[in-house]
């Protein structure tokens, strides 16, 4: 048996062809990532945003400015990882443009849930049901570290606050959640 020498790019890519090809300015190639990737990222930017007309406008806008810095992507991770950095970020900017951003931050978590109830899709899992009764701070704080795995300190750098306030946000969502699971 010989043994392998790993590198750091010694996984295997699914993407990679098609990133290379898109890179290059094949469409095709482009239309084929999208179809690949859209669903998962509609399900981030859904979450963080919690509204499905505005997850769309933010996927659009994912894969439009992928298209702008694909030729960007060095291949040090997979392609998948780079895009859903790419996505958080566009998605992240967008909700801050949004006027209503700051004021749904501030706003407590009962109102907001009656805000959402009439945009709520009726097929939605428990957990993405009560994360839209969440302020929007918290949820992204909780979307991003619990579901999406990010470390505090990087979350704190993509939404521009504290590592403690992440901290703090995904302990109040964590309360928040568990009681609202005690009454489901």
């Not at 805000?115 to 097929?123: G, K, R, S, V």
């Amino acid at each position: 048996m010989t043994a392998q020498v790993l590198t750091h790019n010694s996984f295997q890519d699914p993407d990679a062809d098609l990133v290379k090809a898109a890179a290059k300015g094949d469409i095709n190639a482009f239309q084929q990532l999208f179809e690949r990737h859209q669903r998962k990222i509609y399900a981030l930017v859904w979450r963080l945003a919690g509204d499905n007309a505005m997850a769309e406008d933010l996927t659009q806008e994912v894969f439009i400015k992928l298209w702008d810095v694909i030729d960007s992507f060095r291949g040090e991770s997979k392609f998948s990882t780079w895009l859903h950095t790419v996505a958080t970020r566009v998605a992240i900017s967008e909700l801050r443009k949004q006027r209503n951003w700051q004021h749904l931050q501030l706003t407590d978590a009962s109102d907001y849930a009656e805000q959402l109830t009439h945009n709520e899709a009726p097929d939605l899992g428990t957990l993405d049901r009560l994360l839209l009764r969440l302020p929007p701070q918290t949820r992204a704080v909780f979307v991003l570290h619990c579901i999406e795995g990010l470390r505090h300190e990087d979350v704190a750098q993509e939404l521009s606050i504290a590592v403690g306030t992440s901290k703090a946000q995904v302990h109040r969502a964590r309360t928040m959640l568990e009681e609202w699971l005690s009454h489901e």
